[in-house]
């Protein structure tokens, strides 16, 4: 397995340096890829060049995975593509629709399998939230607050990502834990991480990261190991 980072958000902005150079140098022999999948709503132009300009100062040239719906994602040439990075960013943006197109598709098998050889990989806010077991959508509108678990990506099983925690993330927990108590939830403030180096979960980046399994809550801060996570998934769960 690979470096996995699930980033709090604010990604490609000072503060993020920690996480992003620990990325930086344990990315793989292949091309290094931004994702743009969760901006595709948002202007996936601005996120890859924001990602592309941000990288280039830590010594990562990225180039763009351009996969936006569902035909990219099972796209031969782009998932070949895939396969043979070495370093692998998914953006922040839509919390649902990153699960929505790469669910049990070609390319993020590709992904997965690169990731277990040995690439870096890592998402941020709703990148992050997809490559758990559960992401966290709206349960209904217009309260942002009040969430729901949908099935996502499953490389963190039985977990579902809590971004920007330090700012609004925290107030997802209630309704999250109604809906889905038996979920591990992981809250990642941000401009920090929650970083698998390959045996085990460490803090990073200037924020905390909170776990939250039912009623205990333990906070950890840049370079403790992070304990109460699971172990991210060798195997994909069938999708």
Not at 105 to 112: D, G, K, L, R, Y
Not at 190 to 216: I, M, Q
Request: proline share 6%; with cysteine; glycine share 10%.
């Amino acid at each position: 397995m690979g470096l996995l980072a699930l980033v709090g958000g604010d990604e490609f902005n000072p503060g993020n340096e920690e996480q992003d150079q620990m990325l930086a140098a344990a990315a793989g022999p292949g091309e290094a890829f931004v994702v743009p999948t969760a901006a595709a709503r948002q202007k996936p132009e601005q996120s890859v060049a924001h990602a592309t300009t941000w990288f280039r100062r830590i010594g990562v040239e990225l180039q763009e995975l351009p996969v936006l719906k569902r035909a990219d994602a099972n796209s031969a040439i782009l998932a070949e593509r895939a396969r043979a990075g070495g370093f692998f960013y998914l953006v922040g943006g839509d919390p649902g629709l990153v699960a929505k197109v790469l669910h049990g598709s070609a390319v993020w098998t590709a992904i997965f399998d690169a990731w277990r050889d040995g690439a870096a990989l890592a998402g941020s806010s709703a990148g992050a939230m997809a490559l758990c077991s559960h992401t966290l959508v709206r349960a209904s509108w217009p309260n942002r607050f009040n969430r729901r678990p949908a099935e996502a990506l499953g490389l963190v099983p039985k977990t579902a990502v809590l971004p920007h925690f330090d700012t609004f993330g925290q107030r997802w927990i209630e309704s999250a834990q109604a809906a889905a108590p038996d979920l591990c939830l992981l809250g990642v403030d941000e401009r920090s991480a929650a970083v698998w180096d390959g045996s085990r979960w460490l803090a990073a980046g200037p924020g905390a990261v909170t776990v939250v399994n039912r009623t205990k809550v333990a906070r950890f801060t840049s370079g403790q190991e992070v304990s109460g996570l699971r172990r991210p998934a060798s195997m994909l769960p069938k999708q």
